[in-house]
């Protein structure tokens, strides 16, 4: 791991710098069976960093002052609630892009039916069908205050 990373995260926040590698192995394994890539891949570091961005969580990542203008974690920053399967459920409300949406990035507010996408993680949000029929990529995952 990167230790400007390791040494900032271990500085700002109460996790050990044991539980920060750990948390940073596993963002490489994912990376590595998810999506295939090696660290000979150039998408490779931009990815595992996103991935042990979303195993923080949003409390931690408030507390690093990380945000959209990091430029480590900018290419990587939609990695919160839409891009991690687990995250998605039946019957939950949720924003998402369609295929012919994509370009406008017009969002389409509906209930989840059904998850499609095979893998636990999915860069650009995990793909739906909603009870309505229609298939998109999550983009937000709606709490009752929205």
Known sequence: MPNAILDTVVKKTDLSKDEVEKRWEKAKSIVEKQYK??????????????????????DLLKQLGWNKKQSILEAMDGLLDNTYRDDIEVDQDVLIVLKK??????????????ILSPGSVHTRGIKVRLTSGQVGRVQRILTNND
Request: charged share 35%; aromatic share 8%; no cysteine.
């Open 37 to 58: 890539k090696t660290e000979a891949d150039t998408s490779y570091f931009q990815l595992v960093t996103g991935v042990f961005k979303k195993s923080l969580g949003k």
């Open 101 to 114: 949406d994509q370009r406008s990035g017009k969002l389409t507010k509906g209930v989840v039916k059904k």
